[in-house]
T-cell receptor, first 114, second 115 residues
Framework: AQSVAQPEDQVNVAEGNPLTVKCTYSVSGNPYLFWYVQYPNRGLQFLLKYITGDNLVKGSYGFEAEFNKSQTSFHLKKPSALVSDSALYFCAVRDGNYGQNFVFGPGTRLSVLP | DGGITQSPKYLFRKEGQNVTLSCEQNLNHDAMYWYRQDPGQGLRLIYYSQIVNDFQKGDIAEGYSVSREKKESFPLTVTSAQKNPTAFYLC??????????????FGEGSRLTVL
């Protein structure tokens, strides 16, 4: 069975500082990994995904994520946080070998302080 | 522009009433999904459909029903049997298949409140 953990409910960072939102996963086959962002009362917006290849994936709005197979992690990062990055972030996993379903983590609320 | 349209954005229901949430997509995706979002619980899968006229129960299907008569449409009915229907409902779609690497595309959501 697939599962995703986001160990921090809340992350606070000062504007201009680097940010990291953590995600670990469990999947039987090849992991397809995704990050989404959600603003209040809105749907989820896709940020980036890892399917195969380079472990460092670059996505929208300056975000990037690093896939680490040995630690089964896929942490989201950004070199310099903006106040407008404040939102709810979800990590998701899908088993690339079989199964059609995406499993989401509980979400991490990011607050960027001016 | 291609995307997913959910309606209504906000819906109020009295106890004992059935309500239907609309989800329409023009992305030509075969697979469509319904998720429920509650504070602090992430997204939970209600139903999904890989192809027209076929759908499968997700983790929390009790009290919900769906239909998939057209590729573009995947309406969700919240029945009176759903004990705690107040939540934010999200529809999503993607390209299916074991070899697919596609991400989910989401609608803007429908917030249902039971009075």
């Amino acid at each position: 069975a697939q599962s995703v953990a986001q160990p921090e409910d809340q992350v606070n960072v000062a504007e201009g500082n680097p940010l990291t939102v953590k995600c670990t996963y469990s999947v039987s086959g090849n992991p397809y990994l995704f990050w989404y962002v959600q603003y209040p009362n809105r749907g989820l917006q896709f940020l980036l995904k890892y399917i195969t290849g380079d472990n460092l994936v670059k996505g929208s709005y300056g975000f990037e994520a690093e896939f680490n197979k040995s630690q089964t992690s896929f942490h989201l990062k950004k070199p310099s946080a903006l106040v407008s990055d404040s939102a709810l972030y979800f990590c998701a996993v899908r088993d690339g070998n079989y199964g059609q379903n995406f499993v989401f983590g509980p979400g991490t609320r990011l607050s960027v302080l001016p | 522009d291609g995307g997913i349209t959910q309606s209504p954005k906000y819906l109020f229901r009295k106890e004992g009433q059935n309500v239907t949430l609309s989800c329409e997509q023009n992305l030509n995706h075969d697979a469509m999904y319904w998720y429920r979002q509650d504070p602090g619980q992430g997204l939970r899968l209600i139903y999904y459909s890989q192809i027209v006229n076929d759908f499968q129960k997700g983790d929390i299907a009790e009290g919900y029903s769906v239909s998939r008569e057209k590729k573009e449409s995947f309406p969700l009915t919240v029945t009176s049997a759903q004990k705690n229907p107040t939540a934010f409902y999200l529809c999503a779609s993607t390209t299916p298949g074991g070899g697919s690497t596609g991400e989910l595309f989401f609608g803007e959501g429908s917030r249902l409140t039971v009075l």
